[in-house]
């Protein structure tokens, strides 16, 4: 079992940054794949990012390329979403997930959970 707690969200106007950690407990990550995804009010889950277990493969969703980068400190078991020229758009509870190895932007290959951390971009 491998537990998830996302941390760091918060109010941030629009153009500005913020960095999402991930905290895991229970097994080590290195063996894992996590990837990171975000729910709107009203929408549906929606990829973010995805890192395979080794750090050597990423994959970003169309929405996010370019402004933000998964990354992830096995030492410390934890992954990070740093997002960049944040837009009113990207509001939502993003959620970090785990898997084995291989890097998926499918929600539904994901093991593990985390609760989720709000983040608001005012206009």
């Known amino acids: 079992q491998v537990q998830l707690v996302e941390s760091g969200g918060g109010l941030v106007q629009a153009g500005g940054s913020l960095r999402l950690s991930c905290a895991a407990s229970?097994?080590?990550?290195?063996?894992?794949?996590m990837g990171w995804f975000r729910q709107a009010p009203g929408k549906e889950h929606e990829f973010v990012a995805t890192m395979d277990w080794s750090g050597g493969r990423t994959l970003y969703g169309d929405a996010v390329e370019g402004r933000f980068t998964i990354s992830r400190d096995n030492a410390k078991n934890t992954v990070y979403l740093q997002m960049n020229s944040l837009k009113p758009e990207d509001t939502a509870v993003y959620s970090c997930?785990?898997?084995?190895?291989?890097?998926?932007?499918?929600?539904?290959?994901?093991?593990?959970w985390g609760q989720g951390t709000q983040v608001t971009v005012s206009s």
């Open positions: 229970g097994r080590a990550l290195s063996i894992y794949a």
């Open positions: 997930a785990a898997r084995r190895i291989a890097a998926s932007y499918r929600s539904t290959d994901y093991d593990y």
